[in-house]
């Protein structure tokens, strides 16, 4: 009986580690990068958009717009609330342009997320 008890609280232990693990994948944070089109930042691999026309051209056309950050990491914007909506009206504005963003970041298995709280655009570097 005193080894069933042990292994229950072992059991509720690692369940209760667990948690906390997956709960330290949520960070709040500020990210300096760039609102760029998803399809051109990997498909052409670019570490800027092109041009803030073709950005906005590409988001009309359904292409979610992701913050590549100036070290290169992609951020891609999602809701804070459920049912979930597309980021793309609140990046639009910034397409194409450096921005600072600050929110609540996300990652999972190597993908990163963010809840977009305050974004503003940055002069030109």
């Known amino acids: 009986m005193k080894k069933i008890r042990i ?5 509720v232990f690692l369940t209760m ?8 994948a949520v960070i709040s944070a500020t ?4 609102v760029i089109d998803s399809s051109c930042t990997f498909s052409k691999d670019l570490k800027k958009p092109i041009s803030p026309d073709c950005a906005v ?7 979610p717009l992701v ?29 194409g342009q450096r921005v600072t963003v600050t929110g609540t970041v996300y990652n ?7 809840v977009i709280e305050k974004i503003e655009g940055l002069s030109k570097q």
Do not use: R
């Open 31 to 34: 990210v300096k990068g760039y």
């Open 57 to 63: 051209a590409c988001a009309k056309a359904g292409s």
């Open 67 to 95: 913050i590549q950050a100036d070290n290169g990491t992609i951020y891609l914007p999602i809701s804070g609330t459920q049912p979930a909506s597309g980021q793309n009206e609140k990046l639009m504005p910034f397409a």
């Open 7 to 11: 292994l229950g609280l072992s059991v």
């Open 108 to 114: 999972k298995g190597g993908s990163h997320a963010i």
């Open 17 to 24: 580690l667990v948690g906390v693990t997956m709960w330290a």
